[in-house]
């Protein structure tokens, strides 16, 4: 019997053992699972990114690309499949259905490929302003795309639409002439003075003049021209927005054509042929030719708006050229339309508004007696200005104030001092017509303030491109996000860091400005998409920029300055504000082709993790189920699996530590040294990065482990105590613990409450991350919940994103460097510490604040506190 019993016995343990060593590998796999989930989800996103710009350039970006893009979404749809695979490997096959959606959307891409290939180089002929991003100014130019970003801020400026670059390249290649106009050119050689300018650009004039449009082009432009004019019967302007004007130092003012108040479609299409004719004028050629530049340039955007039928028009110069260091702007203008302002062929009005008093003008009125207006057939006609108006000023203070505020909004969203173009119509409403960079000297301070301002934050990485004014709003929780109705005026969103829920609150606002994060996380993907500036990786932002206070945020020169209250305190309300466009601008202005692949890839849909729309069913891209799987992953390794623990018990080694902490580690890779023997583990001998800042926290001097704090009643938590150990995992009970040199996942039962804590802190920053879940408690709901709120007020205090829903807390914090990840990681060592038994000293609802604030004071014992009550 004794034999029997013997051999009963060690089959027993050989089975435990069998049985903890398949636990330990079902860990060990989970786990390394897990890390390589994160790294197909970071490629996952880099490719997404890499793809987002290369369609954002459109036709041409797509086709300098080549196999190259190719080859990237062949790469991504591998990459999702195995982030795909890994989930259900991580989750025991808890999200199968995600194999038949990522089918369904490879043979979607799939397809979109074909259709892009057959289509990429039929590029959109219009895009209008409200649709024109940042990332589209290469094709659209300079002057286009200042107008757009204005117009996007809500400065009045007229509704209208860009023919892009490429479409001129388009129509001559489809001509013919693209290589007639090379050879041609070529033969001037490079002398600016070569006697045969004028022979040569008549005859490349004459070429273009007599080529058909492409018919898609000659439909495209009477489309937008019927949409542009409207019912009311507007009339439109064509003006140059040549991509060789936003060279530095090479403005070639003056030197393209302008067409006005063109009354038909037809119209239209004869001015698209006469500005791309006049691209190779005498005057552009022999300008290009004296600056070295190629005399053959086919980068011809095109600019079409409704007329302004003005009743005075003029420039302002933000900096006054004559005299830039004395603070003043310089204003000229005539009645009627702008044009003999600007070509200097009449005598005008002249005002110097001061740059910082507005109010404050110089006139200088001179007699007006010819003036040039819209002929209800099409073009021009001038006329003599009555008599009893020629010595009339043609503005009112009040007028050349706002026109002053408008040129200071200009200056902040374009980054420079402005020569801006400006009409006044017959209701007495400004209008901004064009606005470029003013070229004034170097050494001007006026110049430097103008463009600068004073300095607020500098640093960081251009995540979405583009500049804006807006007033900060600081977002340290979910909570903290702006209603959609409820924001009067722009705001540049302020986070410590990149919070994807925020995705959904980005149409309409300013920009968004992150301590931590990078250009290829979800937030950022979004912000693109947008067309909102964002600055990534500031490092402090949310510790400079101050809660309402208006700036400039300029994402191309990752910096954040201080707008000119002056210009902007009365712009909150304004009532001429325009919409930020729809999510799928970008869309709108690709070709058939990309327009399927963006969709299919790009965009994100799935940015409220806690919403009710955040299921596999609501995956529509590529980047959906890559965030939806990546969600899914850290939820399933934060749930450690007390079955599979259990499983494991024998193996697993038992923290020895000085404190009422019980604790159970297993070593997934490099979390504990090698040569450790036995069952036990001391805290030195763990050398997971991420444990060792945690426990640093839990020994902080002065936290009360072994005692409860001094204000706790201690009769709710002893009756609670003894229905306890009827509990799934009673009071005293082992806790569990994943560790690796970098990686811990705890799950915990601390006296009456629950912890999880999954963490990454390693070297690489997009992977470093802390997740955290607390619940639970010894008392009633009310003083649960009242010590929930402490401990999310605590978290966000330390740069956590943390949200409370009754006794739940959960919280985390993405995108930081190791050091920023250690040093939180030690916080909620102490705040472990510091939370235990503390529901049942939450008497009253001003007690969560009163407690955060001890905690932030390193009151962790609660002394101060105490004697603040006695001495009530």
Not at 230 to 242: E, I, L, N
Not at 552 to 578: H, M, N, T
Request: net charge negative; hydrophobic share 45%.
């Amino acid at each position: 019997m004794t034999g029997l019993l013997r051999r009963l016995a060690t089959a027993l343990r050989n089975r435990r053992r069998a049985r903890a060593e398949w636990a330990m590998r079902e860990l060990k796999v989970r786990y390394h699972t897990f890390r390589i989930l994160l790294d197909n989800n970071e490629r996952a996103l880099e490719l997404i990114n890499v793809l987002e710009a290369v369609l954002a350039a459109g036709p041409e970006g797509v086709e300098a690309e080549g196999p190259a893009m190719v080859d990237q979404v062949e790469e991504l749809l591998a990459v999702t499949y195995e982030l795909t695979d890994g989930l259900n490997r991580l989750s025991g096959g808890g999200h199968g259905a995600l194999y038949g959606l990522h089918s369904r959307l490879s043979q979607t891409v799939g397809q979109a490929m074909a259709e892009m290939k057959a289509t990429a180089a039929d590029g959109p002929s219009c895009v209008f302003l409200d649709h024109l991003t940042p990332a589209m100014a290469a094709q659209a130019g300079g002057k286009a795309a200042n107008l757009a970003a204005l117009r996007r801020a809500g400065l009045p400026v007229p509704d209208g639409f860009c023919v892009p670059a490429f479409v001129c390249r388009r129509f001559l290649d489809r001509a013919g002439l693209t290589r007639k106009i090379r050879r041609i050119l070529n033969d001037l050689g490079d002398d600016a003075d070569n006697g045969r300018i004028d022979e040569v650009s008549t005859a490349v004039a004459e070429m273009v003049l007599a080529a058909p449009l492409p018919g898609e082009l000659a439909r495209d432009l009477g489309e937008a021209f019927d949409r542009l004019a409207g019912h009311d019967g507007a009339t439109v302007s064509a003006r140059s927005s040549a991509l060789v004007e936003d060279r530095p130092g090479a403005s070639f003012a003056g030197q393209f054509t302008s067409k006005l108040n063109l009354t038909t479609a037809g119209a239209l299409l004869d001015a698209y042929k006469a500005i791309v004719a006049a691209n190779f004028g005498p005057r552009p050629l022999a300008y290009r030719l004296h600056l070295g530049l190629p005399p053959a340039d086919f980068g011809m955007a095109v600019l079409v708006q409704r007329m302004v039928p003005a009743r005075a028009a003029g420039v302002l110069f933000t900096v006054d050229p004559a005299r830039p260091g004395d603070g003043r702007m310089l204003v000229s203008a005539v009645p009627g339309l702008g044009t003999l302002a600007v070509g200097g062929e009449a005598p005008a009005d002249v005002y110097h508004p001061s740059r910082d008093d507005t109010a404050d003008v110089e006139p200088n009125v001179a007699r007006k007696t010819v003036r040039q207006i819209m002929d209800p057939d099409g073009g021009l006609v001038l006329e003599d200005v009555p008599e009893a108006e020629r010595d009339l000023p043609v503005l009112d203070p009040g007028q050349v104030a706002e026109l002053a505020r408008l040129g200071l909004r200009s200056e902040s969203l374009l980054g420079g001092p402005q020569d801006l173009e400006w009409g006044l119509d017959a209701e007495g409403g400004l209008h901004v017509l064009q606005s470029r960079p003013l070229h004034v000297a170097a050494r001007s301070a006026g110049a430097t303030a103008s463009r600068r301002g004073s300095m607020l934050l500098e640093g960081g990485v251009c995540a979405s491109p583009g500049r804006s004014v807006g007033r900060v709003h600081v977002v340290r929780g979910r909570e903290d996000l702006p209603g959609r109705d409820d924001v009067d005026a722009p705001l540049v969103l302020v986070m410590h860091q990149s919070l994807v829920d925020a995705a959904r609150r980005l149409p309409g606002q300013a920009g968004v400005v992150v301590d931590l994060g990078n250009p290829a996380d979800h937030l950022s993907s979004v912000a693109r998409e947008l067309g909102v500036p964002m600055l990534t990786g500031t490092g402090r932002a949310t510790e400079v920029l101050e809660h309402g206070r208006w700036v400039v945020l300029d994402a191309d020169r990752v910096e954040v300055l201080e707008a000119p209250q002056e210009a902007w305190e009365d712009a909150a309300s304004r009532p001429g504000r325009a919409a930020r466009p729809p999510a799928d601008i970008a869309v709108q202005a690709l070709p058939p082709g990309l327009q399927r692949l963006h969709e299919f890839v790009v965009p994100l849909h799935l940015t409220d993790a806690y919403g009710p729309t955040f299921s596999m069913a609501e995956c529509s891209s590529l980047h959906d189920l890559v965030r939806f799987i990546h969600e899914k992953a850290v939820l399933t390794m934060f749930d450690a699996g007390d079955e599979i623990m259990d499983e494991a018990g024998v193996l697993l080694r038992r923290l020895v530590v000085d404190l009422p902490l019980h604790f159970l580690l297993i070593d997934v890779g490099g979390g504990i040294v090698p040569d450790s023997t036995g069952r036990d583990v001391r805290p030195v001998e763990v050398i997971s990065a991420p444990f060792q800042a945690l426990f640093q926290g839990l020994t902080t001097p002065g936290l009360r482990w072994k005692a409860p704090p001094a204000l706790t009643s201690p009769g709710g938590l002893f009756s609670r105590s003894l229905l306890d150990a009827r509990g799934a995992r009673p009071v005293g009970s082992f806790n569990y613990g994943l560790v690796s040199r970098d990686y811990m996942n705890l799950n915990a039962r601390l006296d009456f409450h629950f912890v999880l804590i999954d963490a990454v802190c390693g070297p690489n920053t997009r992977e470093n991350a802390i997740r955290f879940r607390f619940k639970g408690g010894g008392t009633s709901q009310v003083q649960r919940e009242r010590r929930a709120r402490c401990v999310a007020l605590i978290l966000r205090a330390h740069d956590f994103m943390a949200d409370q829903r009754g006794d739940l807390v959960t919280a985390s914090l993405t995108g930081a460097g190791q050091d920023d990840v250690a040093e939180r990681l030690a916080v909620l060592g102490r705040l472990l510490g510091f939370s235990r038994l503390l529901d049942a000293a939450m008497t009253d609802d001003d007690m969560p604040e009163r407690m955060a604030q001890a905690f932030q004071d390193g009151d962790y014992g609660l002394e101060e506190l105490l004697a603040e009550n006695a001495a009530d």
